[in-house]
């Protein structure tokens, strides 16, 4: 087991690198000069080279790389030019609002997913697994950010239930854990539990199915055990590999929440990713997206390492 | 007598032949209502971005200030008229234009690139796959609406680097599909047999290798064409796909969101298109799976 998770480490290492690659490649694909949102539009070609030099744009790639690298592994992303605040800052407090939507999102999608996916594997074929497979596979076609728009129609422009946009009253993005911030996560967080809630659906009703119709099953039928009894095994079985879809779920919503923190602007990562792009910020745009994809790869390895705790099978395969 | 025997041999030959593995599948495959549905929903929307300029009742351009935001049902305008006065019909009509095609473009651009890179990986083996394939883990290391929007985010705004961010992100998950089924098949007996009898190598990735990875691949593409669809109709509503005036679902939405509290049917209209092509692409594809015997 210890070989294992080692051996995944070290394989994680190159990828990291390689993502910190991509994040920096970024800045330099982008058209036009890196420092178009600094300098005015007319700046003297001689404030141009200043600045350059200032930014570390006139070294070569591989020398900035490194140096870039080197700052960002001390914990230091850069300056925003947006805000002039420490990138690390901005991302940090972001990714903890996105951080506690992705989650809640997650387990609403994981409970109510299982549970489409547990009824729909176990009375296969029948008009029970019709409708279940129906709303899964309506989780994953429908456009979320359509959805989210949707929902605040009707629960805030109709009904004027639930507040339409924000973290808080107020448009405060200081979390509380009281009703008036809890209000505002409801809708976004719904919205965003669809595509988790098709997707583990879709995965738990496979499994189940597939576990109901092994030997093992039969057996123990045969044997007189109960229909909780059942429950049980097939629950025991499907478990590893539902929990590991749940977690890279978890990553994904992490890295795809800009379109449902569009909608509700919600102060998390993604309305700063939105920000990032449309004031070409570019040190916050890097900083951002190298702090979500290194999230991602971290949680596909805790998946990994996790998934092979319960069910050691996984590593020698 | 040898020639007088033979043309009664090949009749009954081709009597007898079982049918091929593609007319098979089209047969289960016809046999599935929801599937056949999806696929005609779909035809119908191809039809529909084909012929948008004979079917659409109006200019999709052309605005009147005078008229904004009338509701669905409005004489004339039967779904109404949008922030500046153009038919929303004429205008979700033509929006299957580019909407389908950014949401079809990348899925097959993908397929053709990741295929190759997979393929080759996967028959060459060695250090060109450990190269190719430990660059798809870092592309593949991103999730992948994060990926796309960082990408078109820092290219810029526009259809094709809409199209580009997107078929980057959907090359990694298909170049491994193909990677794999490659190597699983190259050490078949048969395939073995054919290079020992002196085919060439190409010869074999073509009848041997692309005849067992184009199945599953296919499939796998088909639907990835619903996610692709969702995304890029996205990227669109973000600001960072097609540009106004185009008409286009996501980014009618996103134009439309201003009037979300005066006129909400219209504000949902764009969305129920992507929905409904995406919803179809993952029925047939669902149809086309359980028609082909393939697990998910």
Same mark, same amino acid.
């Given at each position: 087991m210890l070989t294992y998770i080692a051996k995944r480490v070290i394989y994680t290492l190159p990828i990291m690198l390689g993502v910190a690659i991509v994040c920096f490649l970024l800045v330099h694909i +982008?058209?036009?000069?890196?420092?178009v949102s600094v300098l *005015?539009?007319? +700046? &003297?070609e001689q404030l141009r080279q200043q600045m350059m030099a200032l930014y570390g744009f006139d070294r070569p790639y591989a020398e900035q790389f490194l140096k870039w690298l080197g700052r960002a592994l001390g914990g230091d992303l850069g300056t925003s030019?947006?805000?002039?605040?420490p990138v690390v800052a901005e991302v940090g407090k972001a990714v903890s609002n996105t951080l506690m939507l992705a989650a809640l999102a997650t387990v609403i999608g994981f409970v109510l997913g299982s549970l489409f996916g547990f009824v729909a594997g176990s009375f296969r074929d029948t008009w029970i697994d019709k409708v279940a497979s129906a709303i899964s596979v309506t989780g994953v076609s429908v456009p979320h950010y359509w959805l989210g728009m949707v929902l605040v129609i009707i629960? &805030? +422009?109709?009904?004027? #239930?639930? *507040? *339409?946009?924000?973290?808080?009253?107020?448009? &405060?993005?200081? #979390?509380? #854990?009281?009703w008036a911030h809890i209000r505002h996560m409801i809708l976004p967080a719904v919205t965003m539990s669809v595509i988790p809630m098709g997707i583990i659906a879709r995965t738990v009703r496979a499994l189940v199915a597939e576990i109901l119709s092994q030997e093992f099953i039969a057996g123990l039928k045969a044997k007189g055990m109960s229909a909780f009894g059942i429950f049980r095994h097939v629950v025991k079985n499907a478990a590893p590999t539902a929990l590991a879809v749940m977690g890279i779920q978890l990553g994904y919503l992490l890295g795809g929440s800009i379109l449902i923190e569009t909608v509700f602007s919600w102060p998390g990562t993604g309305l700063l990713l939105n920000d990032a792009i449309f004031q070409r910020d570019l040190p916050l745009l890097q900083g951002t997206i190298l702090v979500l994809a290194c999230f991602f790869v971290v949680l596909n390895l805790i998946v990994d390492v996790v998934q092979t705790a319960i069910d050691p099978r996984i590593a020698r395969s | 007598m040898v020639q007088a025997v033979a043309p009664a041999m090949i009749d009954d030959a081709t009597i007898e032949r079982s049918p091929g593995y593609w007319s098979t599948v089209w047969r289960r495959f016809r046999r599935d209502p929801v599937a056949m549905i999806a696929l005609g929903v779909i035809v119908l929307l191809i039809l529909i971005a084909i012929l948008a300029p004979y079917i659409a009742?109006?200019?999709?351009?052309r605005g009147a200030t005078l008229r904004r935001l009338r509701p669905p049902g409005t004489p004339g305008y039967l779904l109404g008229t949008d922030e500046l006065g153009r038919d929303m019909l004429s205008r979700l009509i033509y929006g299957a234009r580019l909407s389908l095609f950014m949401g079809v473009t990348p899925v097959f651009l993908a397929l053709f690139i990741g295929s190759a890179i997979g393929v080759t990986a996967g028959y060459v083996g060695g250090i060109v796959n450990t190269l190719l394939m430990r660059t798809i883990d870092i592309i593949f290391a991103f999730p992948s609406v994060l990926l796309a929007i960082a990408l078109s985010g820092a290219m810029g705004a526009g259809i094709v680097n809409g199209l580009i961010s997107l078929t980057i992100v959907f090359i990694p998950p298909i170049a491994r599909i193909a990677e794999s089924v490659t190597t699983s098949v190259r050490s078949l007996d048969y395939v073995e047999a054919a290079r020992a009898s002196g085919a060439g190598a190409l010869s074999i990735v073509r009848k041997h290798v692309l005849g067992n990875v184009l199945g599953p691949i296919f499939v796998y593409a088909m639907s990835l064409i619903a996610v692709s669809m969702i995304l890029a109709s996205g990227l669109s509503f973000l600001g960072l796909g097609v540009r106004p005036p185009e008409p286009e679902w996501g980014l009618m939405l996103n134009t439309l969101r201003t009037a979300l509290y005066t006129q909400p049917m219209l504000c949902a209209l764009p969305g129920i298109m992507i929905f409904i092509t995406s919803i179809s692409f993952n029925l047939l594809t669902d149809g086309l799976r359980s028609a082909m015997d393939i697990k998910a």
């Open positions: +982008a058209p036009g000069d890196p420092l *005015p539009p007319d +700046a &003297s030019i947006r805000t002039n605040r629960f &805030s +422009a109709q009904l004027g #239930w639930l *507040p *339409p946009t924000g973290a808080g009253p107020g448009g &405060s993005d200081n #979390w509380v #854990w009281d | 009742p109006h200019d999709p351009f």
